[in-house]
Structure formats: C-alpha cells, structure tokens
C-alpha cells in the first residue's frame, strides 16, 4: 500500500552542525509535501513545503529537497541549534497517515 | 488570530468513565480530525469529519465516538470502551480532505487514565 514512511527514528547533532532528515514516499503522483516540527507537549507545526514540479525549496535555515525518482525527500537544517530538536514528520497532500517522525536532539 | 483550540490541555480519567475532549478551530475550515499519538509513535488517525453531520472512522476508531454538529467543533469522545486510553490526542483541521495542502493542529490533550 501507499505510505510516507521517515527512514531513522532518532537523530542526534551537534550544536551547530547541520541535519539532515529523511523520508521516503510511494505513491509518485503524489504533488505536494510538507514537513512538521513537534516539540515536545505541542501539536505539529507547518515548517516548509514543496511541490513536485520543484526539486529543491530553502526556508530560513530549512532547505527541502525532492528526488522524484527515488521518491525521496530531505529536511536540512543548517547550524542546528537546542531550539530544532524535536519530533519532524513528513506528509503527503490529502493523505491522512503520518510517519513515526525523526526525533532530533541537538547536543550543546 | 484564527486558530484550531483543544481543551483541557491535561485531563484525568477513573477507569469506566467516558470523557469528552474539545475541539474548536475558526479557520473555516470544512475538514477536521482526531489523532492519537503514543510515546515514541507517529500519529494514528481516529475520526475525521468533511462536513458538518459527517465523519469517517480512521485505523483506531474503536472505543471512540465523534459528533460534528457545527462547522468550527468536532468533539472527541473517549469511552469507557477504550481498553488503553492514556495517550496525547491531536485535533487538526483542513480546507478539505483530499486535496488540502497541509493541516492545522491544536496544541494537543493529554489524557491519563488513573
């Protein structure tokens, strides 16, 4: 079946090293992806998305990239600091399942 | 500012009781959700709504009920049918179901059972 499936559950960095999350998706006419931040005792946040006619997509400090033919998908985070550790997930538009999300943790 | 508001934000159960946990969003938005989330799990789909007097069961729905009787409200509730309910529930809503771009999630309840 179809799925968006996140490869590592836990991820640990140093400060201000960069991070890289990774998902992975099935159904490839699927046209829209977003990334959500959870941290800890709060519902998931909107962080970035990005669109399959796009390969690459930059926030502040965020960058999505997209590869369609391995339908594979990454979160970098640059010069990861204490405030990016959480729980990211990934999501497909109109699917309603989440992965198990990749817990960052970032070490001073 | 609009928003998606969940409440209480802690809730305690005894063992038998039903409760019932809020969920209130003025996004006008026509889509609503339940998930339930466990230590270390992703999030599990309970209910969801499309429309005001509609909802499907999502993987979990047993030992939950729903009611969507206005647009901006989409109650929870827990009954004493849920052999395990201690868990974090997360209300989110949408534009629509299927062809939204991303969701709105509350801040979340956590539910213990004592």
């Known amino acids: 079946g179809e799925s968006v499936g996140l490869h590592l559950p836990t991820l640990s960095v140093q400060e201000g090293d960069n991070s890289i999350i990774n998902c992975a998706y099935s159904n490839s006419a699927s046209d829209y992806f977003i990334w959500y931040k959870q941290e800890s005792g709060k519902g998931p946040q909107f962080i970035i998305d990005?669109?399959?006619?796009?390969d690459k997509r930059q926030g502040q400090r965020v960058t999505v990239l997209l590869n369609k033919t391995v339908k594979h998908l990454s979160l970098q985070i640059a010069a990861t600091q204490p405030g990016d550790s959480a729980v990211y997930f990934c999501?497909?538009?109109?699917?309603?399942?989440f992965g198990q999300g990749t817990e960052l943790s970032v070490k001073p | 500012d609009g928003g998606i508001t969940q409440s209480p934000k802690y809730l305690f159960r005894k063992e038998g009781q039903n409760v019932t946990l809020s969920c209130e969003q003025n996004?006008?938005?026509?889509?609503m959700y339940w998930y339930r989330q466990d230590p270390g799990q992703g999030l599990r789909l309970i209910y969801y709504?499309?429309?005001?007097?509609?909802?499907q069961k999502g993987d979990i729905a047993e030992g939950y009920s729903v009611s969507r009787e206005k647009k901006e409200s989409f109650p929870l509730t827990v009954t004493s049918a849920q052999k395990n309910p201690t868990a974090f529930y997360l209300c989110a809503s949408s534009t629509y179901v299927r062809t939204n771009y991303g969701y709105t999630f509350g801040s979340g309840t956590r539910l213990t059972v004592v």
């Open positions: 709504s499309q429309i005001v007097n509609d909802f």
């Open positions: 999501a497909e538009r109109g699917k309603l399942i």
């Open positions: 996004l006008n938005h026509d889509a």
């Open positions: 990005i669109r399959s006619n796009m």
